[in-house]
């Protein structure tokens, strides 16, 4: 069994930032992309930024330049830095994985249970 834990949510003021983490734990065998998709009331939930094993990332253009993803993957976590945070940034910010267990033969795909991020304008 995998479970992602995020933390990091809360209110911000409109330009401030905030720091999102995830780890993942349970019968790990290995990680593959990690990464952070959000959901405000009423829209789809979308892509905000992932990011490999090996370090490669992809940022929602929305984003680019603001946020920055980043992984430990000797603590099986990832985070996710937000600067200049707008009051449009406000959703749910789920966090995701793919990872392959001890007892699985191949990759599932995991989520955590999200986090609210709000910014006041």
């Known amino acids: 069994q995998v479970q992602l834990v995020e933390s990091g949510g809360g209110l911000v003021q409109a330009g401030g930032s905030l720091r999102l983490s995830c780890a993942a734990s349970?019968?790990?065998?290995?990680?593959?992309?990690m990464g952070w998709y959000r959901q405000a009331p009423g829209k789809k939930r979308e892509l905000v930024a992932t990011?490999?094993?090996?370090?490669?990332?992809d940022y929602a253009d929305s984003v680019k330049g603001r946020f920055t993803v980043s992984r430990d993957n000797a603590k099986n976590t990832v985070y996710l830095q937000m600067n200049s945070l707008k009051p449009e940034d406000t959703a749910v910010y789920y966090c995701?994985?793919?990872?392959?267990?001890?007892?699985?033969?191949?990759?599932?795909?995991?989520w955590g249970q999200g986090t609210q991020v709000t910014v006041s304008s």
């Open positions: 995701n994985a793919r990872i392959k267990t001890a007892q699985a033969a191949y990759m599932g795909n995991y």
């Open positions: 990011i490999t094993s090996g370090g490669t990332t």
């Open positions: 349970g019968s790990i065998f290995s990680i593959n992309t």
